[in-house]
């Protein structure tokens, strides 16, 4: 069973521009999470969708940051504009519904350099 | 404020060594997970416990649950090499409510 897919894998870009992060989910998951991961940190989310409806987005910030998942499959995570801060891997997670005894299955994350 | 504290932050042991890492938190969760990261990687469940006083066991990992839910203990018997990564606690105040981590502790086996 293929896992979660991310792309791209790395990209470095300078401040006050404009990145796009793209996450492919586990088929047939419902849920699909975004995290931050500053470095030496643990993940952060910032916004949990059910389907193609927003759950959680109380830790994303919203002056800059946005995402969407209109199908209800991939979901496309945008950075306007980018800050030195948010230098980090974001990591996208899936799972089957979002229950409380639910999995979360990561991909293996875009790593953001804002120089 | 870091709701969930881990410690230690690093541990370099050598092989065939046993080792324990904690995460601890004044509050109390519905449960709590064990994830470990390797370089490059997203984070992989390692085990979910929900039940104060539970110990599960993993082969060689035994994961302890406290009583009042508010902290948790991973031990590793006879570390190898293979066991290297960061290891992540992440606890859930209520069931179904997002996941909070904690800053993990990174792990290295030597040879």
């Known amino acids: 069973e293929a896992g979660v897919a991310q792309s791209p894998r790395y990209k470095i870009i300078e401040k006050r521009q404009s990145v796009a992060f793209w996450c492919n989910p586990i088929?047939?998951?419902?849920?699909l999470y975004w995290y931050q991961q500053i470095l030496g940190q643990g993940p952060k989310l910032l916004i949990q969708f059910q389907n193609n409806g927003v759950v959680d987005d109380s830790q994303l910030p919203k002056d800059r940051f946005s995402a969407e998942r209109l199908k209800g499959v991939d979901s496309t995570l945008k950075i306007q504009p980018a800050k030195l801060e948010d230098s980090a891997v974001y990591l996208c997670?899936?799972?089957?519904?979002?229950?409380?005894?639910?999995?979360?299955?990561f991909g293996p994350g875009t790593r953001l350099t804002v120089l | 404020t870091q709701l969930l504290e881990q410690s230690p932050q690093f541990l370099s042991i050598q092989e065939g060594e046993n080792l324990t890492v904690y995460c601890n938190s004044s509050s109390v969760f519905s449960s709590l997970q064990w994830y470990r990261q390797e370089p490059g990687e997203g984070p992989v469940l390692l085990v979910t416990v929900v039940t104060g006083g539970e110990v599960k066991k993993l082969k060689r990992l035994t994961f302890q649950f406290g009583d009042a839910r508010k902290d948790s203990s991973l031990h590793i018997t006879a570390a190898q090499p293979g066991d290297t990564g960061l290891y992540l606690c992440a606890g859930a105040r209520t069931s179904g409510s997002r996941l909070t981590f904690g800053e993990g502790t990174q792990l290295t086996v030597n040879p």
């Open positions: 997670a899936s799972s089957l519904d979002g229950g409380a005894s639910d999995t979360q299955y």
């Open positions: 088929s047939g998951h419902a849920t």
